[in-house]
């Protein structure tokens, strides 16, 4: 079975453009956005922002961060685990479920209580462990999106 390694940016801070760029190709997000949050995270003043990969022969093949809110109009639910992604060839390994308990652990660790979630993808998440809260309004968006919590 093939290995991978989580990695906290703060970590690996030379993977930083490389991440960026691979958020950017997954999410749309503009790469300056990713790059200038990854780079706030660089600093160590807080629990917020921070940014996870995961690599496998060298390459990125999963990810995640953590920011103040992930563009839903609740700013009260916050911080939130927000660009989850696993390469589909790496799905169903298990990735994503340690990526997400290695967020939690971190979180944990710097003092935060709750973590949030904005997603679609309800039975993945509940079968982590998340629980549904509520539904928040999408900025710039007339939808609602499902908020997850999960207290740490």
């Known amino acids: ?5 989580i990695f906290c940016l703060r970590e690996r801070p030379e993977l930083l453009l490389r991440a960026a760029e691979w958020f950017h190709e997954k999410w749309g ?9 990854m780079r706030d995270s660089l600093t160590g003043r807080g ?31 916050a911080p ?6 696993v390469e589909e060839n790496w799905r169903g390994r298990g990735v994503a ?6 967020i939690c652990a971190d979180m944990q660790e710097k003092g935060v209580k709750t973590l949030y979630l904005a997603t679609d993808h309800t039975a993945f998440y509940e079968k982590l462990g ?10 710039g968006h007339a939808r609602q999106t499902r908020m997850y919590m999960r207290k740490l």
């Not at 079975?1 to 390694?5: I, K, L, N, P």
């Open 29 to 37: 997000i503009p790469r300056a956005a990713y790059e200038a949050s």
């Open 80 to 85: 939130n685990a927000c660009a989850v992604y």
């Open 130 to 139: 998340w629980e549904f809260l509520c539904l928040a309004w999408e900025e």
């Open 47 to 77: 629990a917020v922002p921070q940014w996870y990969v995961t690599l496998a022969y060298g390459a990125i093949i999963a990810g995640a961060g953590v920011i103040e809110n992930d563009f839903h109009e609740r700013k009260d639910l």
């Open 97 to 102: 479920r340690a990526l997400l308990s290695r």
């Open 1 to 5: 079975m093939a290995r991978y390694a």
